[in-house]
């Protein structure tokens, strides 16, 4: 069902569209890995190992070959995505490449979905994709960085499926990609509040609710610089955004311990160039003649979309605060999401030496 909500106009927008910078998108793909690598390291000090997902070896003959008749290894059983019907879902950057990819598989998953952005026409062409699906698709136009708007929109929602019961924040975007002396002050701001203030007003105005029914799901977005500098590129303005996410995600979970039927996770989607970046790259290739290294890079909206999809489902209830990557695949198996919900890895914590 295609479902268009008409609402008072929103506020002007604050600032005009920002050029997007390659190389800060290319390490944000590499930030996925930091947080495995930083995983291996906890679990090497614990007394678990990653050989303790490993089966038995092959059984060999005195001559070390193997033997013809061993037993074929199982296969490790996949997660089961749960279907979310009956749920009410808000996307916030709905309108484009990952957002646009979780609102139409959440809707595919059985939710009613509404989406929200500054952009109408991309709004409108997401909302088009799930009519096309017959998909309970929804949106309003509105600038999150604008507490009155982001009111608005929940009030909307809200009118439209009488709750929420997920939030995924993926306003945002990169900007100010110059050295910090360069920098336009506001310019700067800007690109904070649309990652990161937006964050904080749609958690905000949620929480309330959750609480009052005592449960809920959110999701966060982390990006590039989160978690190390990004070398060869200027990101002050995105990669502080971003790293204040992460701690957000990381202190609201905290905050909201004592209900434990509201969740809060983080996805790391890695680089995942936009259809405008890839006309771009493609022009470029025209001239390179050979493929654009970044493509190696490169994820599909619909990574960051199975990844957000198992988060925000049953299938993921025994993880909350937690800052998963699409470059990982622990989460679609059970056994090592039982193992994982045990332990305090893919959090964002500091680690010391005790005997320092």
């Not at 509105?142 to 499926?161: I, K, Q």
């Not at 975007?173 to 904070?192: K, N, S, Y």
């Not at 049953?314 to 059970?334: F, H, M, Q, T």
Request: aromatic residues 8%.
């Amino acid at each position: 069902m295609l479902g268009i909500l008409a609402c008072k106009p929103p506020s002007p927008k604050r600032s005009s569209e920002l050029g997007a910078c390659f190389l800060a998108r290319i390490y944000d793909a590499l930030s996925g890995l930091t947080l495995g690598l930083f995983a291996v390291f906890l679990l090497a000090a614990s007394d678990f190992t990653l050989s303790d997902f490993d089966y038995p070896p092959e059984p060999v003959s005195e001559e070390g070959e193997l033997v013809a008749e061993a037993t074929p290894k199982p296969q490790p059983e996949k997660i089961e995505i749960p279907s979310l019907q009956g749920k009410c879902a808000l996307v916030t950057g709905g309108g484009w490449n990952i957002g646009r990819a979780i609102a139409l598989a959440l809707a595919r998953s059985g939710a009613k979905v509404m989406i929200s952005s500054r952009n109408k026409i991309n709004l409108e062409e997401t909302c088009s994709l799930g009519h096309r699906e017959d998909l309970d698709v929804r949106m309003v136009q509105a600038d999150l960085t604008n507490p009155e708007d982001v009111e608005r929109v929940f009030g909307c929602t809200r009118d439209a499926f009488g709750s929420i019961d997920i939030l995924v924040n993926m306003a945002g975007g990169f900007g100010a990609g110059r050295p910090l002396v360069e920098t336009d002050p506001r310019e700067w701001l800007d690109v904070v509040l649309r990652n990161f203030y937006t964050t904080y007003l749609c958690c905000r105005e949620v929480l309330t609710e959750m609480l009052e029914r005592e449960k809920g799901d959110i999701l966060t977005c982390a990006g590039g610089g989160a978690f190390f500098p990004l070398l060869g590129t200027f990101a002050t303005a995105y990669a502080s955004a971003k790293a204040a996410v992460c701690r957000f995600t990381d202190q609201l979970y905290a905050e909201v311990l004592g209900t434990p039927g509201i969740r809060i996770n983080c996805i790391e989607p890695g680089l995942t160039l936009s259809p405008r970046d890839l006309a771009r790259i493609a022009e470029e290739e025209k001239q390179m003649g050979h493929p654009h290294p970044t493509r190696e890079l490169n994820h599909s909206p619909e990574d960051g979309a199975k990844l957000a999809l198992f988060l925000l489902s049953p299938a993921a209830k025994a993880l909350n605060g937690r800052i998963l990557s699409v470059d990982e695949d622990w989460w679609r198996y059970p056994e090592k999401v039982a193992y994982i919900a045990q332990t305090d890895l893919y959090r964002l914590r500091r680690t010391f030496d005790p005997e320092a």
